[in-house]
């Protein structure tokens, strides 16, 4: 890539030589984003500013594959790009935005589908569990999904895509469908790496513990959502699902909820498992528990204050992202104009 991400208020380009690498990541306004999506991506997203040039999206038009009330969707895309600008998405450095505002990504997404084969798109292991999961609308968005998320990602040329567990089968079709296009017209995309953190990739329920955190879950007691209150956080840790063995010992197949609770415990601290085995040697549960609740509820707490005053100016969110789609949408109309070029769609007169 040669281009760099201009910066509105300045004019110029946020960093000097050499080139920053590019991220791109993008996170469904469906339901309140959960502890999951905190930890396996959006802090992430805050921590690689700083090193990379990062887009980070609203991925509202992936919320269309599950029937949403149209008015809670508008409410919700607002509401999640408020909270990530509270969680510290700095909107000036990175370009916030929300996908179905830049429309080149479903533009590329129609010649991606074009070169991407149905038996690799019935392979995808969401496409079977949400199949499973919604079997009246197993809709043509929800088995083309794949070819719209890696659309959003060659659109920018991006080299890392910071995600959770859950989404490296999507990268892993992403780089495919890119390899195959450079093979086929020259190359035009960078095949992007995922960036999956070393502590809580897959954070899972707090009721069930084999299954993932979800904010789609029934069961409420199951997630904690980044809005809950210090209260809710507790009475949900305090009900989080363990064993009878009563000591705190990492062993994710004999312990998977002990073992959850001490990945969150040391996503949040840094400290090691061994660390926290140390930590814990010779006290009950409910200490372990109450001490994992206090740590998420610090780092929570100070995030959901930042919201409620970033919510409560309406003007300044829509500017940010409409200033976000300006900047991403320079970058994204040039990407799709090459590959209409490259394909052989007969270019417009300007
Ligand atoms: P979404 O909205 O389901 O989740 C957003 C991010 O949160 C991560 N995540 C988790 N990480 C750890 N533990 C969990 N329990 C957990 N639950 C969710 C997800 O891995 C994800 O990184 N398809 C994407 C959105 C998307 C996207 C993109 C992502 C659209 N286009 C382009 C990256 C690049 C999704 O549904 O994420």
Sequence with gaps: MSETIQNNQTGQTPQAQPKRKRILSGIQPTGTPTLGNYVGAVRNWALLQNDYDCLYMVADLHSLTVREEPAALRRRTRELAALLLAAGIDPVNSVLFVQSHVPAHTQLSWVLACNTQFGELSRMTQFKDKSAKH???????????????????????????????????????????????????????????????????????????????????PNVNSFVLMTDDR?????????????????????????????????????????????????????????????????????????????????????????????????????????????????GLLQPER
């Design 231 to 343: 209260d809710t956080i507790v009475r949900k840790f305090k009900r989080a699902v363990t064993d009878s063995e009563g000591s705190v010992r990492f062993d994710v197949q004999n312990k998977p909820g002990v073992s959850n609770l001490m990945t969150i415990y040391s996503a949040f601290t840094g400290k090691a498992m061994a660390d926290i085995e140390a930590e814990f040697a010779g006290k009950g549960y409910g200490d372990f528990k109450l001490a994992v609740a206090e740590t998420v509820a610090d780092a929570l707490v100070p995030i959901q204050t930042e919201y409620g005053r970033i919510l409560a100016d309406k003007a300044y969110v829509d500017g940010v992202l409409k200033d976000g789609a300006a900047r991403a949408s320079r970058l994204a109309d040039r990407l799709v104009a090459k590959v209409y070029r490259k394909v």
């Design 135 to 217: 079997p009246d609308n197993v809709n043509g968005g929800l088995f083309t999904y794949p070819v719209l998320m890696a659309a959003d990602i060659l659109i920018y040329n991006a080299d890392l895509v910071p995600v959770g567990q859950d989404q490296t089968q999507h990268l892993e079709i992403t780089r495919d469908i890119a390899q195959r296009f450079n093979n086929l017209y020259g190359p035009t995309f960078t095949l992007p790496e995922g960036y999956v953190p070393a502590a809580g990739a897959k954070i899972m329920s707090l009721a069930e513990p084999a299954k993932k955190m979800s904010k789609s879950d």
